[in-house]
């Protein structure tokens, strides 16, 4: 299967229709599309209320359903991350519909059913749409139910029996179950219905949800095949992958500008029999509501702390702070919040002060943490840290808002003098950031981090997009400019534990703990947008813009492959077109604790008896035997292995691995092994019930030996070569047949 990658639209594809009034409409639509798909459905995150937003994504409403778009408003005021959901479904909907040339009258109703597919869950109950866990017996029972409640909610204004068929049966399996007594199933089905389910679970599974992560890309295609012949047509799921793999962001601005410019009012009210549209809803602030911390804890705490409240009065100020100050908090009570009560100011900026972060705390809801400089009352200038901490009510809105004041004079007397030395050894003389070799030694601590269980790590390679010809134009000492500015972008988006690192000439890498796939690609999107829109001074305030290759920790990998990997994603990133976000590699997709503990147990009945230092292992992939030759085509390239011979489908190589189990270091032995990968497709039954449905399977037979025999060295070697199955394991995406 070919590397699915994730590619952000950029406005270079919308560029080639400049010659239409509504392109502006369609750009800004894109921008939409991709805002929505990156906000997911966390119900943690502030949703997207802003005023342009609503605006565009309403005339994309207004002009698909017509007087029904009230409908659509209605479940955006309930739960406006299904109404999202929504929105993007609809998209893919209609752009698969065109790559299946399906008539036009099948594309709108699919498209509408799209958009209101989730009306019914108007009808559940908070607690249910909202609950962060798993759902109840109960509980499931009611959302299966939002299909036929949109179906009984739509039939007052639609009397289209195609249109509401879609939706009814959008979430029957194609292949019955045992005990299963609804009649539609397989071919039966519609084939709106059918698409509609594939492309629904697929948006489900790689956006955020209230009870779990986001999948990656090429996660949730496998989870497509894995359900192909029994939830979904088989048929139709191969060909939505061949779809993702196309860039349909392209089709999407021709989508757009179907909606904006071929619809008109007949079209959009054809399904419809009411006759007056509905208003948009409009937003409802909510008030501001008591703090959320007991006064007394706040009290007793050795730290400062003043809190203020929405409007930027002074609701506490605690006895510390009393202290620091030798100001009275019941005098400070009931102010408005003044940096001129007292004089501080932020080691990083001398003219932004505290009520410049607490401002700030209060608009965006985010949570900061500075070093300043606090004048004592004997006059002397007392170092502390600040934590600016948002406080949030109902809906996740901002209610208020504390700084919690540490004094760490006696910290920082003693942190200069090792910082002094620390930064000589490992920070770039130019950007300020990490450099190469801290990068590697951080590398190898977050790859043995992630080994050993501890949690999911992501790296990130970016590079600025013709970076010589920014020195060619405005010369060297602009293109340093510009280094040192892209290494501020990345320094001010990364989190604390990060490493922010020159990796080598305008090339950066981003090392992100504790941090899975889909959030690492994020997270270089915001990157991308924050350098796109930051005004360079030394190239005439011009931005430049830079691609970025995402990647996860996946079991078998080492400090080279996972590099390797984002750097395969980097090359793609440009060769797409440069400026955009590429990730590749499935992550993590059981704990790593359970892989080391089957790497102690069904390793062992593997080896041959007569062969202690060879290592075999039988893995099967529902994923067809060409896509499994492309990802093998990955695994080679990261692990820089050399092809011995290609014969049919057998593929023999030589590799170099570390031959130390426990040994992470430059100087451990590498070894050369030799591997011979055996691939056969073949078709199985989607149930012993049903002989006509025939699946596909690729069954992966591998085989890793030393390539000498005075390299033979015992439980070392067994060690690596048990790592190499491990990773092609994780490469293919593939599970382990158990031994017979």
Request: glycine share 6%; hydrophobic share 40%.
């Amino acid at each position: 299967m070919t590397d699915t990658t994730s590619v952000t639209p950029t406005n270079e594809h919308t560029a080639f229709a400049q010659q239409v009034p509504v392109e502006e409409s369609v750009e800004r639509i894109s921008s939409l599309l991709g805002d929505l798909s990156r906000s997911g459905a966390s119900d943690w995150e502030p949703a997207n209320t802003a005023s342009g937003d609503n605006q565009t994504e309403n005339e994309l409403l207004a002009v698909r359903l017509g007087i029904a778009t009230s409908l659509f408003y209605s479940l955006r005021c309930k739960h406006r991350q299904t109404a999202e959901h929504c929105l993007r479904v609809a998209f893919s909907c209609s752009a698969w519909a065109e790559r299946l040339c399906l008539p036009a009258d099948m594309r709108d109703r699919l498209e509408v059913a799209a958009l209101l597919h989730d009306i019914g869950k108007i009808a559940t109950p908070d607690r249910v749409l909202k609950k962060p866990g798993h759902l109840t017996g109960d509980e499931k029972l009611l959302m299966d139910k939002a299909p036929l409640v949109a179906c009984e909610i739509l039939s007052g204004c639609c009397e289209d029996p195609i249109l509401l068929d879609i939706i009814r049966y959008s979430r029957h399996w194609y292949k019955q179950s045992s005990g299963d007594t609804r009649s539609q199933s397989g071919e039966s089905l519609p084939v709106g219905a059918r698409m509609l389910a594939i492309v629904e679970s697929f948006d489900s599974m790689t956006t955020d949800q209230v009870y779990r992560r986001a999948f990656s890309q090429e996660r949730a295609v496998a989870e497509l095949f894995q359900c192909a012949g029994t939830q979904f047509d088989p048929d139709l799921v191969h060909d939505y992958a061949s779809l993702l793999e196309s860039r349909p962001d392209v089709v999407y601005g021709s989508v757009a500008r179907r909606w904006l410019r071929d619809l008109s009012k007949h079209s959009s009210n054809r399904f419809w029999n009411a006759s007056t549209p509905l208003s948009a809803p409009g937003v409802v602030e909510p008030e501001f509501k008591q703090l959320l911390f007991h006064q007394q804890l706040l009290d007793t705490m050795c730290d400062g702390v003043v809190a203020i409240n929405r409007e930027g009065v002074i609701s506490h100020w605690n006895y510390a702070f009393e202290r620091m100050t030798n100001i009275p908090g019941d005098a400070m009570v009931g102010q408005n919040w003044s940096d001129c009560l007292v004089q501080w100011q932020d080691t990083r900026d001398d003219q932004c002060k505290v009520g410049c972060h607490l401002l700030n705390c209060l608009v965006t809801g985010s949570q900061t943490r500075r070093r300043m400089r606090m004048l004592s009352p004997k006059g002397k200038q007392i170092p502390v840290k600040v934590n600016f901490i948002p406080i949030l009510g109902h809906e996740n809105t901002v209610q208020g808002a504390l700084a919690i004041i540490n004094d760490i004079s006696q910290e920082e007397s003693l942190e200069q003098e090792v910082q002094t030395l620390h930064v000589k050894a490992t920070r770039d003389g130019l950007t300020g950031v990490a450099n190469r070799a801290e990068f590697d030694r951080a590398l190898a601590d977050v790859v043995e981090f992630a080994a050993a269980g501890h949690g999911a790590a992501s790296v990130i390679l970016c590079d600025i997009d013709h970076f010589k010809q920014v020195n060619d134009t405005f010369g060297h000492q602009a293109g340093d400019e510009a280094l040192i500015s892209f290494a501020s972008v990345l320094t001010r988006n990364s989190r604390d534990g990060d490493l922010v690192a020159r990796y080598g000439g305008e090339e950066f890498a981003l090392l992100c703990p504790d941090c899975d796939n889909a959030t690492a690609a994020k997270r270089a999107e915001s990157i991308r947008k924050d350098l796109e829109a930051t005004p360079q001074p030394a190239l005439d305030n011009k931005p430049i813009t830079a691609s970025f290759g995402v990647t996860e920790f996946q079991a078998g990998d080492t400090e080279a492959t996972i590099v390797a990997r984002a750097d395969r994603a980097l090359y793609k990133a440009k060769e797409n077109g440069r400026n955009r976000v590429v990730q590749l590699g499935s992550g993590l997709r059981e704990p790593v604790s359970q892989t080391k503990q089957q790497s102690k147990g069904w390793f062992h009945w593997l080896i041959h008896p007569s062969q202690s230092d060879r290592v075999s292992a039988t893995l099967t992939t529902r994923v067809p035997v060409e896509m499994v030759v492309e990802k093998l085509r990955g695994f080679i390239a990261d692990h820089s292995a050399e092809i011995l011979k290609v014969q049919d489908q057998k593929v023999e190589l030589r590799l170099n691995v570390h031959a130390s189990a426990s040994g992470r270091r430059k100087a451990d032995t590498v070894s050369a092994f030799f591997v011979s990968i055996d691939l056969q497709e073949n078709e199985i039954s989607a149930s012993a019930a049903s002989s006509e449905s025939k699946l596909l399977q690729t069954v992966i037979k591998a085989n890793v030996s030393p390539w000498r025999g005075r390299d033979r060295r015992g439980a070392e070697v067994k060690d690596a070569c048990r790592n190499v199955i491990a990773s092609l394991k994780s490469y293919l995406m593939a599970d382990l047949v158990d031994h017979t």
